[in-house]
């Protein structure tokens, strides 16, 4: 894979399925436009080829009615935002029923299959091209100032938040008019689901309805024709993705903890009786808090007896069956469906067949339909980019000074070698590589590098205490573990130990840098990307350092100076490549410029590389041309460095 095929990554989207209408949207990068282009496809559950559906620039987040006659949908045109669509089930022309000013969130079909809800972002008059009280719209630079009173008050990828709060809404597919929020803009709310009745939704929204500065969230009710919200769910922690049963019971995914060491906690599958009034219900975990960590990008869904989840489980993400009776089973307890070398993305259930959309080291993600016994791959979406060539992936397994097991893959590029090597440590930290298709190890070994790539203590998936085991301790066992992987595929004859890099992202830029400091003889350069370099500033200027600084490393200054990369930067001695985007609120861009001036100062063979209208994720959403742009400039650093 070269850069130039970053066209070719078609990522497939949740799917939506009723009966045989089965939809998925399917997004890829376009170079020349600039821009990310998506269309719904429909698959065909008999195995027939699947074929485009809809033909709009940005189409995306297909949902079906219950009683299977309408597909609401988001288009955005004309680069604009996207708004909420329906169509006929059978083919027709889609009809558009919002006008937001900043867009729609997905759609969510009532149980009458009329009603539609959705969550948008309502800005106060005069900003975001809005007219102002006097009817003029003003440009961004010159808007009225704003009032922050709050620690999260903006967010990376997504800008400030307390001027434009997102709410919820109800629109009647039939006579949409003006949609009217649900909600006041006190609280930000999320995931709006149906009761059964349709009388009311579920919203995720803060603690105490957003008037305290904390990560914690719970479940309120709201009448899906207006009125107060009432808290219904109270958490152990965190709220996610609520799907309302015909019984009643709500299922979510929640994270348990006491404010604020929430950091590296296993999200779990969660239950609750909605309480008809009186007190919040109390909810039970389902599955073991150590062993069982769900995947939260689409709710739960019932099957059967049972809810279905996607749960991390060593590089894999399985489709897993979890007894509605359950009792913090752990993983081995329940049931696998599918998840063998591959990470399941989202999937959907209807009646006895279950869509799922899975990424496997050759593909970024196909249509699979569970159907009884059988089990049919329904799509090719990556066949155009394994034309070009996706080199296998290999696992690896070792153990650290300690004896830890230690996991990961590696990346070998064709031919006999010896091939210089890069150690590509990823963000989070309490995130993790999967079998999913990397197209960045793919880019890398097509260009004549050995990736190893792994997930050390602080990743997620290897249970609870493997996340918990670096906090108030980065750079301690988590370096001894990518060091160990490193040493286990250096033992390899065709893979040169004399030439090999370091680099990563976020945490893993953090990894890079502390590594080129402490360990810099083994590595020829370094290329550190959106990194935590000084935890000092990042407390008072990443959109999180308000609890994550404290939660990771700690209050006291002096140990937040230990623990930080740039206290060691007159260490680096090697050739090092500070890569930054301007507009980066995650790690804030003075991470990178601190870090820079420093090894300018020490003599460091330093370059610093700058994206503008980029925010943190860069790298996998950022816009195409300086995606492609960005590996250019990384496989000529490699090519100066590791030649």
Known sequence: MRPSDLELVAVPGTPALH?????????????????????????????????????????????????????????????????????????GDARRITDLPLGAGAPVWAPDSRRIAFTARLPEPGRY?????????????????????????RLDNVGFLRDRPSRLFVVDATDPGEPEPLTDDQAEVSDPAWLPDGSALLVVAPRDWGTADTEESDLYRVPAGGGEPVLVVRTAGSAVKPAVFDDGTVCYYGAEFTWPHAVARNPGLWAAELPADGEPAKPRRLTDAESVHCATDVPPARFRDQVLVAVLNRGAVELRAVSRDADRVPLDGLDRLLGDRCAVRSFAVHGERIAAVVARPDSAGDVVLLDGPDQRVLTDFSEPLRGKGIRPVEELTTTAPDGYPVHGWLVRPDGDGPHPVLLVVHG?????????????????????????????????????SHGQAIVHGLGTVDVDDVLALLDAALARDDLDSSR??????????????????????????????????AWDSFTGSSDIGWFFSEAYVGADPAVQRER????????????????????????????????????????????????????????????????????????????????
Not at 428 to 453: H, I, K, N, R, T
Not at 505 to 515: I, K
Not at 576 to 587: P, Q
């Open 19 to 91: 009966g045989t209408l089965l939809l998925t949207a399917v997004a890829s990068p376009d170079l020349g436009g600039n821009t990310y282009r998506s269309a719904l496809w429909r698959a065909d559950p008999d195995g027939g080829p699947a074929r485009q559906w809809t033909h709009g620039e940005r189409d995306s987040a297909p949902a079906i009615s219950p009683d299977g006659r309408w597909v609401a949908f988001l288009r955005a045109e004309d680069q604009g935002k996207p708004q909420l669509h329906v169509m006929p089930a059978d083919g």
């Open 129 to 153: 091209g809005t007219p102002g009280e006097d009817g003029e719209v003003v440009e961004p630079d010159a808007e009225a100032p704003r009032r922050i009173t709050r620690y999260d008050y």
């Open 428 to 464: 989070g930290p309490f995130a993790a590589y999967d079998w999913g298709l990397f197209d960045e190890a793919q880019v890398y070994a097509s260009a004549g590098y050995a990736v190893v790539m792994g997930n050390p203590r602080g990743s997620a998936g290897y249970g609870e």
């Open 500 to 533: 090999v890099g370091v680099m990563g992202g976020s945490y893993g830029g953090f990894m890079t840098t502390w590594l080129a400091a402490h360990h810099g003889s083994r590595f020829r350069a370094a290329w550190s990307e959106r990194a935590v370099n």
């Open 564 to 643: 930080s990369p740039l206290t060691y930067a007159a260490q680096i001695g090697i050739p090092f490549a500070v890569v930054h985007s301007e507009h980066d609120w995650r790690c804030p861009v003075e991470q990178a410029q601190r870090l820079f001036v420093e090894l300018k100062r020490n003599g460091t063979a330093v370059e610093m590389l700058l994206f503008p209208g980029e925010g943190h994720e860069l790298s996998r959403s950022g816009k195409p041309r300086h995606r492609r742009q960005r590996f250019d400039a990384i496989l000529e650093w490699w090519s100066r460095h590791l030649s």
